[in-house]
């Protein structure tokens, strides 16, 4: 009969990370980094947003009267 190796306890077993074969300056930069292109990520979703809605003004403000008058939910019919 074979014996069943039992696996090592968490508090035996190393857990090895990155961070462990880096050295503590490259880490900090990757890690500013990776800040830098979040910021840099929130801050073009924010202008194409505000783009969109600009977008959206702009059309509005260049309807025709007949446009207007199809998107309202105004009924003739209820004011007879």
């Known amino acids: 009969m074979k014996k069943r ?3 090592l306890s968490p ?3 190393e857990k090895i990370t ?4 880096l050295h503590s300056n490259l880490f900090e930069q990757l ?5 830098e292109l979040e910021a840099e990520e929130q801050r073009k ?3 194409e947003a505000a783009k969109r809605r600009e ?4 059309r509005e403000k260049n309807k025709s009267f007949e446009e207007l ?6 009924d003739w019919r209820k004011f007879k």
């Open 31 to 35: 890690k500013a980094k990776k800040r």
């Open 11 to 13: 508090e035996k077993e």
């Open 55 to 58: 977008e959206q003004k702009r």
């Open 5 to 7: 190796r039992q696996p």
């Open 18 to 21: 990155l961070k462990d074969h």
């Open 45 to 47: 979703k924010a202008e």
């Open 69 to 74: 008058l199809n998107e309202s939910d105004l």
